[in-house]
């Protein structure tokens, strides 16, 4: 089992950047594949990025694509998700999520096993 801690929301003007970082409990973090995904009030949870557990292979929403870089550093048990030219569709809470099955770009809600709360990201236009 793994517990997630998102952190490194907040309110960015827009074409700012921020870089969210998801930290993972557990000495198993190596084993899991981690997903990024968003939810804007009133929409449903949407896929963002995703990272194999070696961090050797990434896949991205085409609305994020070249924005967004996910990267992971498995000695401290994090993955990161580095968020330039960012614009007001980009605001929701932002979410880390973890997976335990085999690589296969992790872009659907239900390959996930573990969820972290959340953190908060504003681009204000």
């Known amino acids: 089992q793994v517990q997630l801690v998102e952190s490194g929301g907040g309110l960015v003007q827009a074409g700012g950047s921020l870089r969210l970082s998801c930290a993972a409990s557990g000495r198993t973090f190596s084993a899991y594949n981690m997903g990024w995904f968003r939810q804007a009030p009133g929409k449903e949870r949407e896929f963002v990025a995703a990272?194999?557990?070696?961090?050797?292979?990434?896949y991205y929403a085409d609305s994020v694509k070249g924005r967004f870089t996910a990267s992971r550093d498995n000695a401290k048990n994090t993955v990161y998700l580095q968020m330039n030219s960012l614009n007001a569709e980009d605001t929701a809470v932002y979410y880390c999520?973890?997976?335990?099955?085999?690589?296969?770009?992790?872009?659907?809600?239900?390959?996930?096993?573990?969820w972290g709360r959340g953190t908060q990201v504003t681009v204000s236009s």
């Open positions: 999520a973890a997976d335990r099955s085999e690589w296969s770009y992790g872009s659907k809600l239900t390959t996930y096993n573990y």
């Open positions: 990272i194999s557990r070696s961090g050797v292979s990434a």
